[in-house]
Every structure is written in structure tokens, then in C-alpha cells.
């Protein structure tokens, strides 16, 4: 299984940042995965953010309150994370990862990307 992020490397504040996730190797209705969006803030540890099942019920950090949104595409593999109204404190390298739903543990990781929020 491979993943891969894409999007644009510089967004502005108050603006939507949109990141992909495209998938080869493996369905992503495949049973039993989770498909999750994690970032890691310079200097920081890593984030998780939110998944999308097998299924396509979504899951948020609550402390990130409305903000992320993770859809998907099932005709191209793909799918999505947007963020609304980022701040420079959104900087980070975004990754795309699967994990097993039935022990959680995280398999196969994107290489990330790096996304920063500057004026």
C-alpha cells in the first residue's frame, strides 16, 4: 500500500488549506481500516487530527472543534482533508496514514508534506 499527499505548500491565514490523500495498493473501503490525516508542527510532536473509515463515518479531535472536515472519493481512491481558517500555528508537515481498526496501530504513512500559513 502506498500513500500520497498532495496540496499547496503555502496557504494564508483565514484561508481553507485542502490537502489529498491518493491511495494505491488498496482500497480505501477496504474493511477494517481507518484512514487518518496527522501532523507535526515544527518542534512539536505529531497531531492526529481525524480519520474516515471503510465505511465513510468520520472522526475528529474534538479540540479542533469544526475546523477539519475529511472526505472522500471513491471512484479515484482518494481522499481529503480541508482545514478552515488556518493561523500560522497550522504550520506543520501534514501526513496521510491507514491504520487497522482493529488494533489501531498505524501500518502505512505518506511521506508528508510540508504546509505553511503566511501572509
Known amino acids: 500500500v502506498q500513500l500520497q499527499e498532495s496540496g499547496p505548500g503555502l496557504v494564508k491565514p483565514s484561508q481553507t488549506l485542502s490537502l489529498t490523500c491518493t491511495v494505491s495498493?488498496?482500497?480505501?473501503?477496504?474493511?477494517?481500516?481507518?484512514w487518518s490525516w496527522i501532523r507535526q508542527p515544527p518542534g512539536k510532536g505529531l497531531e492526529w487530527m481525524g480519520a474516515?473509515?471503510?465505511?465513510?463515518?468520520?472522526y475528529y479531535k474534538p479540540s479542533l472543534k469544526s475546523r477539519p472536515s475529511i472526505s472522500r472519493d471513491t471512484s479515484k481512491n482518494q481522499f481529503t482533508l480541508q482545514l478552515f481558517s488556518v493561523t500560522p500555528e497550522d504550520t506543520a508537515v501534514y501526513y496521510c496514514?491507514?491504520?487497522?481498526?482493529?488494533?489501531?496501530?498505524?501500518?502505512?504513512w505518506g511521506q508528508g508534506t510540508q504546509v505553511t500559513v503566511s501572509s
Open positions: 474516515i473509515g471503510y465505511s465513510g463515518f468520520t
Open positions: 496514514v491507514r491504520s487497522s481498526s482493529r488494533t489501531l496501530a498505524y501500518d502505512y
Open positions: 495498493g488498496g482500497s480505501i473501503t477496504m474493511n477494517s481500516y481507518y
